[in-house]
């Protein structure tokens, strides 16, 4: 068999050679072939649903064309964006900061913005105007469930729509920001970190995953987490930290035996099946 480079040696559009390709020699290896027709399939759809009339195929210059006018606009966004992460800088270097954020756990402080706070947590914005209620108007607030690093994590995120950098790649306070981000109705932050969680779920993590979706009624991920915990049952079940789980999470325990049970079910069903198709087969 030859190797694949080989074969699209021949092509008129990606091969090394395809700039002195002229018509007409017009080969196409099956790559390209694939792709134009995605390309033309995904456009037509996009297309369709933009508006209801069934337009007619246009070509790969349109295609290409619109992958322009997409660049363009991601560039612009882009922009958009850099100028709002400025105020990130305001929070790293506390300029012009007018409240104190307190942590849990005995950490130092952070300052930050009151204004900014209010305008991206409802209850934030609630916490903050009955304090100035009271008179002085109180020079902090407390956000206890979040440690000092997680804390950072929260504002930061906050401030720019984002994890820090260093945050995105470990994810070790994913938990913590996501019980923060539905207790203070964040919801952008709520998507974030549960996409992250299902992105690292597995037969170790199931339980944790599990009973912090429960806690913050988030369903996807509570699906999923109930998913993980059946498929790999037995090493679930037999773990030191079921034993703990099952102290503080009673109606999750009852979830998961059910869920158990049922799953034996339909795979018992599917044996008898089978038995009734030898039996069947046999006679
Ligand atoms: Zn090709």
Redesign the pocket.
Known sequence: KEPCWQV?MD?C???PMASVFRPPRNS??A??YDGARCMMGFLNQLESEGQNESNPIKGLSTAFKWMKEKEQKEQGLMEKLEFLEGFVVALRDAVHTDILVQPGGGGPPIAAHRALLAARSEILRTVLSSDECKAPASESISLPELDHEALRCFLEFLYRGSLPKEEEEEGRRDRALLLAADKYDVPLLKKECEGRMLGALGPSNALDVLEVAAACSSERLRRSAMSAVVEHAEEVVFSGRYEGFALGNAHLCVEITRALLRERRDRGGDDCEEKKLLLLGGR
Do not use: E, F, R, T
Request: with cysteine; charged share 0%.
């Open positions: 699209a092509c559009i990606c091969s196409i290896c790559s390209c």
